[in-house]
């Protein structure tokens, strides 16, 4: 590997040129025009997990009007919205605002080392085409890069995985060539991408079976939001998709806090829509009810109601079970069932990852980030000059995203403002004992409970607290006092 110095200097370096990479480099250049910006993208191109996921029927499971920025109206027709169309709209963005321009790809950054005596950050950056890695001088770090694992996705260990003769695959890294026409296929897992692939794969393929361990909650909902449609149509766009925007949040809000409130209602509620779209054919009590509360795992969108027809029509159906083994021609099941296939999906979820890996140290100390409080959900005790994004897990992503950074770029004006080159999170004395929680608080999905300990600790009080509660964060990040006591800064 090669290794190449420079002195070169950027005001901020932004790692990750997916929704939150571009979303925050529209911020920057709006409300700090005065910074010099870089964005260093891994890959060959823009959008992130909009570029990477291409398997059949790929969409959104959150409506277009709280996933898109709130600077820029989501003007397509769906409000679940196809792959294609999610990335069209972050290319354009990009475009739009000269962003491109300021992106340089197959460039990771591996590691990024903060000098207290220089108040700057020196990153290493590979450069994934030639393998040389060079250093980069900046002074602030706008994390974007995203919640799992590029290379692989999580797949459990499978006894006899090598045995099956047709193919395996995961979605994360979809083949161009598979032609599943008229073939047997099984889809392992029950989360949003098997709920999305199964309907899709059962048009064409002779039968689609999902394999369950355990039932999860699905919702049905139309993918065209009339309302949203006629907002925008009666009025001028930006208003029309304000409106539809902040009436899609409310909404959002209101489910989440009734599954909250009153968590047997809406199960109830969700259970007899699900039973009334299957009909009478399936095993609904085996297949359908979840051992789970509403809400402790995210709820499976199900657009106009195609999963449960493809299963109501027999083009698909479900089994709930474990594997056994796999064999030459499919899954021996604990049961003793066996399924054949010609093709596996393992629908098997995402691994987790924080802050696309990169190790960080301070002074050339490592930073362990498990031992450390999230200050307001972005900053970390005792690392300067560091935001990271990381969205919500109760409502659309973006709507952290734009917070994020929102607040970035208030933090880099006030530190303009008042001369001021650090500014680090810090545990007031009354703190330093503070019990720490799960970073994610009563959610049980696998791939969070997997990675929860490495994960930074959540204090008991603001601003240590992750609420998930976009009405709130609105308030404390969006609006509240960039020199709150806690945040520590310095002119080295
Ligand atoms: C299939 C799927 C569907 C989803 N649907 C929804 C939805 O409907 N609603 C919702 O709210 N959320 C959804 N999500 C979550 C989704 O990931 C976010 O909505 C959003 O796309 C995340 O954008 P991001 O830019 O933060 O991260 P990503 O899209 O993951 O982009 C991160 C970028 O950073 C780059 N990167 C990472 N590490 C480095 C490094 N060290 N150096 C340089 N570059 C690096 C990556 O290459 C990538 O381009 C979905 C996720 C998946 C996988």
Not at 125 to 138: F, G, K, N, W, Y
Not at 428 to 450: K, L, N, T, V
Request: proline content about 4%; some cysteine.
């Amino acid at each position: 590997m090669l290794r190449r110095m420079t002195t070169e200097y950027i005001d901020v370096v932004i790692v990750g040129a997916g929704l939150s990479g571009i979303g925050a480099a529209w911020h920057l250049q709006d409300k700090c025009p005065d910074r010099r910006y870089r964005i260093l993208e891994e890959r060959e191109t823009l959008g992130g997990t909009w570029d990477l996921f291409r398997y059949p029927g790929i969409r959104s499971d959150s409506d277009m009007y709280t996933l898109g920025y709130k600077f820029k109206p989501w003007t397509e027709g769906k409000a679940i919205a196809d792959g294609p169309s999610i990335l069209k709209y972050i290319r354009e963005t990009a475009s739009e605002a000269g962003i491109d321009q300021n992106i340089r790809y197959q460039r990771a950054l591996t590691s990024a080392n903060w000098s207290s005596e220089d108040a700057a950050w020196t990153l290493e950056v590979r450069d994934t085409a030639s393998d040389e890695t060079t250093t980069l001088r900046c002074g602030f770090l706008l994390m974007c890069a995203g919640y799992y694992n590029y290379r692989q996705g999580y797949l459990p260990e499978f006894k006899g995985y090598d045995r099956f003769r047709g193919r395996i695959i995961h979605p994360q890294h979809w083949p161009d060539d598979l032609d599943y026409r008229d073939k047997k296929v099984l889809v392992i897992g029950s989360g949003a991408t098997a709920v999305t692939l199964v309907p899709e794969m059962a048009k064409e393929a002779a039968h689609v079976v999902m394999l369950q361990r355990s039932p999860t909650y699905m919702g049905s909902a139309p993918d065209t939001d009339w309302k949203a449609r006629l907002l925008q149509w009666l009025l001028p766009e930006k208003a029309g998709y304000a409106i539809a925007r902040w009436k899609n949040i409310q909404y959002q809000r209101w489910i989440y806090w009734q599954s909250r409130a009153a968590p047997n209602f809406v199960r109830r509620k969700l259970l007899k829509m699900a039973r009334k779209d299957l009909g009478d054919g399936v095993d609904f009590d085996k297949h359908f009810v979840p051992r789970y509360g509403v809400w402790d795992q995210r709820l499976c969108l199900v657009p106009n109601g195609d999963f449960f027809h493809a299963v109501r029509d027999g083009h698909a159906s479900i089994v709930t079970d474990t594997i056994a083994e796999f064999t030459a021609s499919g899954v021996r099941l604990d049961s003793g069932e066996h399924l054949d296939a010609d093709i596996i999906v393992t629908a098997t979820g995402l691994d987790l990852r924080l802050l696309g890996d990169v190790t960080i140290s301070v002074d050339d100390q490592p930073i362990d980030f498990s031992e450390k409080f999230s200050y307001k959900s972005m900053m970390y005790s005792d690392v300067p000059n560091l935001v990271s994004t990381f969205g919500y897990i109760n409502a659309s992503w973006t709507l952290k995203a734009d917070l994020t950074a929102e607040y970035a770029c208030r933090l880099l004006n006030h530190m303009t403002e008042t001369g001021m080159r650090q500014c680090t999170p810090r545990l007031r004395a009354h703190e330093r004992d503070m019990a720490g929680s799960d970073w994610i608080e009563g959610f049980s999905s696998g791939y969070i409970q997997r990675k929860m300990h490495l994960l930074p600790k959540q204090g008991t009080e603001s601003p240590w607290r992750n609420t998930q509660n976009y009405t709130l964060d609105r308030k404390t990040i969006g609006e509240g006092p960039i020199d709150d006591g806690v945040l520590e800064f310095s002119r080295p």
